[in-house]
């Protein structure tokens, strides 16, 4: 046993965490922006040591990767378990650590808890593993553990509904826990995995920010907890309870981004790991989408659809996607989840020729499954009652119920049923659902699900697939591992989707997210949109249709055809390019910058979702651009503007070159326009 003060420096591109152990399981002493090389972590481990006081015990117990209550740790302890009844108390000491794993042990109680550390992209990745050698229950067991910034004012973290996701919300940082836990078996509308600490005076550009991202799809918690002593802990974890007993436990990757450029060096660090490190791409192109989903609903019409195909294929689309409602008797959601077999009664040819159509035409073809899930009224259900999960006198959602996944013989069933319909068609991606959330949270389930994807994954590695959930329920670095798209929302009315789109940025970048071309008389919110508005807001992520092209007009088929085809000029920079969230004086705009992976390009997207309360358009400031470059600017879609704009603002009649100082200091002065309109800027790099 090693009681001498020991030091440990883990750096990832732009932050750096310091770590020292005097025996017992390490702690943070330093965690943020990159230290220089040379830095004396021994020293810093001496700086770092705070004073006690009157009033309080002779030394502050430490705050380590994994704080423990027999060590007179007073918050929230990292692991909380159980054996035969009685609480354990660990104390564990450092056995082994190689700067990157620390092995610690409580030989009483036969205990190893083994925390290490990767870098992954310009994150720092932590993992925490409890081992037993005697069965155990565990209710809590945090990944690493680090210290929630002394100089942060807010946690922000994130709550949202069914076409509302990602409602960003602040707390103060005061004494006691704040806790957001999701307890149904899934990341959630409700509680996606996902806070940020911003330190006083931060913004979406500027400023120190911390970042956590809990790369779980079945639940997890997190405490943000200031202690009695001032200091503050943040912990990530499963949903507590959610694991039956057992010797071995694991938590989820916890990400850890810091910024010194506001949200947005976090934002970027975790958009740039979604796309380069975490999702598997079989083809790096993006291609425009058409869902039928809110064209027809249940009701498949081979006609119909071939007609419909048609016409989104000459409006620029190159992937159909068949939503619900082609297997089983499934007229309504109220049967055949589980029978994943063609309706002849819709489909009395099949598929196949349906699909032959859309290749035919120059498209991909797409297929909606929820493998998860069970109607009562099903006859998978019938023959199986035994595989549905949770009490038979539960709550239903959307009349459906959930498959029990730790079973081997549901997953096979499972596997079955998919591999079939992917042998046996020219099915490139899968739009997968999950429209409830469990009876109760299991860790079990997730593990099964996980399994089922990568078992398909492997024998299928060229389809695609898009994690969908109600929207965006299921949305993590977890099932993003598996899958290759997120549903961000069910809501395609572009006014809400500019904020959502906007707020996921914080987490996701463009070539994940999907955004579809909604009706033109919305079916979640009744509003009714500008064709070039619905088609602006789609073109800032994954675009695609989801409206019956019978519907348009000429002049909204053009635009909507023109708007496709900027898109496709585009996407191939976009899709590797840095979304970077834009401050705004006025607090109706809400505006993105899209800045290519190498500098020399950049689109802004500004839209104005609310009615100014100042007259004249305030100036928009850009950001992450060269000082003393100057760049070219142009309004892509100045032939937007309304009669109501008469003034001369010099975008509405040519190109501009200005320094990129000028940029970022003064920013762009716009045209008026309505609410619920986008103002596309395109800019070069002179
Ligand atoms: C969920 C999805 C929708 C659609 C329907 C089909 O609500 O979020 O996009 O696929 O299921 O039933």
């Known amino acids: ?46 700086a770092s040591v705070m004073d006690v006081t009157g009033g309080m015990i002779d030394a502050l117990p430490p705050l380590s990767l994994c704080p423990e209550a027999a060590r007179s740790f007073d918050g929230q302890p990292g692991l909380v378990a159980y054996r035969g009844g009685q609480p354990l108390y660990p104390r564990f000491r450092m056995e082994q650590a190689d700067g990157q794993q620390f092995t610690c042990r409580d030989h009483d109680l036969g205990l190893a808890l083994v925390i290490t550390f990767e870098v992954l992209g310009d994150t720092l990745v932590g993992t925490t593993r409890l081992e037993a050698e005697e069965d155990l229950t565990l209710h809590h067991l945090a990944a690493p553990v680090v210290p929630g910034p002394q100089m942060g004012a807010e946690i922000v973290d994130f709550a949202g509904r069914w076409i509302g996701e990602f409602q960003p919300q602040s707390s103060r940082w005061r004494p006691g826990i704040h806790m957001r836990e999701a307890r149904m078996g899934r990341s959630g509308h409700e509680h996606p995995p996902l806070a940020y600490f911003p330190e006083m005076g931060a913004t979406n550009t500027q400023g120190t920010v911390f970042a956590m991202h809990y790369g779980w799809s079945g639940g997890h918690v997190m405490y943000a907890e200031e202690l009695a002593d001032g200091r503050r802990q943040i912990q990530w974890g499963h949903a507590t309870g959610t694991r039956p007993s057992g010797t071995v436990f694991r938590t989820a990757p916890l990400y850890l981004a810091v910024s010194d450029r506001g949200m947005n060096g976090c934002a970027t660090t975790f958009q740039r790991l979604l796309r380069d490190h975490v999702v598997q791409w079989p083809a790096p192109q993006r291609p425009v989408h058409y869902n039928c989903w809110e064209a027809v609903y249940f009701d498949h019409d081979p006609e119909v659809l071939r007609d419909i195909a048609t016409r989104v294929a000459g409006l620029g689309a190159e992937r159909f996607v068949l939503d619900d409602g082609w297997f089983g008797r499934r007229d309504d959601d109220t049967s055949s989840l589980g029978d994943w077999d063609i309706d002849p009664r819709k489909w009395p040819e099949g598929l196949t020729p349906f699909i032959d159509h859309v290749e035919a035409l120059g498209m991909r073809f797409g297929l909606w499954v929820e493998p998860e899930m069970v109607n009562l009224d099903s006859n998978l259900a019938r023959a199986h009652p035994e595989w549905i999960l949770g009490p038979s006198d539960q709550i239903e959602g959307r009349q459906q119920r959930v498959l029990d996944l730790s079973k081997q013989g549901v997953r096979d069933y499972l596997y079955r049923k998919l591999a079939t319909l992917l042998a046996n068609h020219r099915i490139d991606y899968l739009k997968w659902d999950h429209n409830r959330l469990l009876p109760i949270g299991s860790a079990a389930q997730t593990e099964g699900v996980y399994a089922l994807l990568n078992d398909l994954r492997s024998a299928f590695p060229e389809v695609e697939i898009e994690s969908c959930a ?35 940025a914080l987490l996701l970048p463009m070539a994940v997210t999907g955004s579809h071309v909604g009706p033109r008389d919305c079916h979640t919110s009744g509003r009714v949109h500008d064709i070039r508005f619905r088609a602006w807001v789609a073109a800032q992520r994954h675009m695609g249709f989801e409206m019956d092209p019978r519907e348009l ?56 979702a609310a ?11 850009l950001t992450g651009l060269v000082a003393g470059t100057r760049y070219r600017i142009k309004l892509t ?50």
């Open 611 to 621: 009615a100014s309360s100042q007259i004249v358009p305030r100036p928009l400031r």
């Open 637 to 686: 879609n100045r032939g937007d503007a309304h009669h109501l704009s008469r003034g001369t603002p010099v975008l509405k009649s040519e190109a501009l070159e200005v320094s990129g100082v000028y940029l970022m200091n003064h920013g762009l002065n716009l045209p008026w326009s309505f609410p619920d309109r986008m103002w596309v800027i395109e800019g070069t790099k002179l």
């Open 470 to 504: 109600s929207g965006g329920g299921r949305i993590d670095a977890g099932i993003l591992s598996l899958t290759q798209r997120v549903w961000l929302s069910d809501s395609n009315d572009a006014s809400e989707r500019l904020r959502i789109q906007h707020d996921a």
């Open 553 to 608: 007009s000429d002049d909204e088929a053009q635009v909507l055809t023109e708007v496709t085809q900027w898109w496709k000029d585009n996407r191939d920079w976009m899709q590797r390019a840095d979304i970077l969230r834009l401050d705004s004086g006025d607090p109706s705009i809400i505006a993105e910058q899209q800045l290519a992976e190498d500098g020399a390009q950049f689109v802004v997207f500004a839209g104005k």
């Open 1 to 46: 046993m090693n009681e001498t003060l020991q030091t440990w420096r883990i750096d990832a591109p732009g932050q750096t965490l310091v770590l020292s152990s005097t025996g017992g399981v390490p702690g943070a002493v330093y965690w943020g922006s990159a230290l220089p090389a040379g830095e004396d972590l021994v020293a810093l481990s001496r």
